[in-house]
Nanobody
Framework: QVQLVESGGGLVQAGGSLRLSCAVSGSIFSINAMGWYRQAPGKQREWVAT???????MYAEFVKGRFTISRDNAKSTVYLQMNSLKPEDTAVYYCHAVRSGSTYWGQGTQVTVSS
């Protein structure tokens, strides 16, 4: 089974940066795709970015040019580097993985951006 553990959330001022990490149990090569979603209070969970095993990367339009998704295969970890943060980026950020057609979620990490 797949287990995902997020870390790196916190409080940052607008314009600042944070790097989120998602540690994956087992080999990251067992995962077909990984990504990040976020959910603010009263809002629908929205997709942020995805990286597939073969290296393809996709971003939501609202984070292009500001966020970068990457992975470290040796550490079985996926990262989300968030720059130029805005108050509207405030949300719980969830790590997401797909393996053999099944979807898995981490418990989330809170990101708060102050104005």
């Amino acid at each position: 089974q797949v287990q995902l553990v997020e870390s790196g959330g916190g409080l940052v001022q607008a314009g600042g940066s944070l790097r989120l990490s998602c540690a994956v149990s087992g080999s990251i090569f067992s995962i077909n795709a990984m990504g990040w979603y976020r959910q603010a209070p009263g809002k629908q969970r929205e997709w942020v970015a995805t990286i597939i095993t073969e290296g393809g990367i996709m971003y939501a339009e609202f984070v292009k040019g500001r966020f970068t998704i990457s992975r470290d295969n040796a550490k079985s970890t996926v990262y989300l580097q968030m720059n130029s943060l805005k108050p509207e980026d405030t949300a719980v950020y969830y790590c997401h993985a797909v393996r053999s057609g099944s979807t898995y979620w981490g418990q989330g990490t809170q990101v708060t951006v102050s104005s």
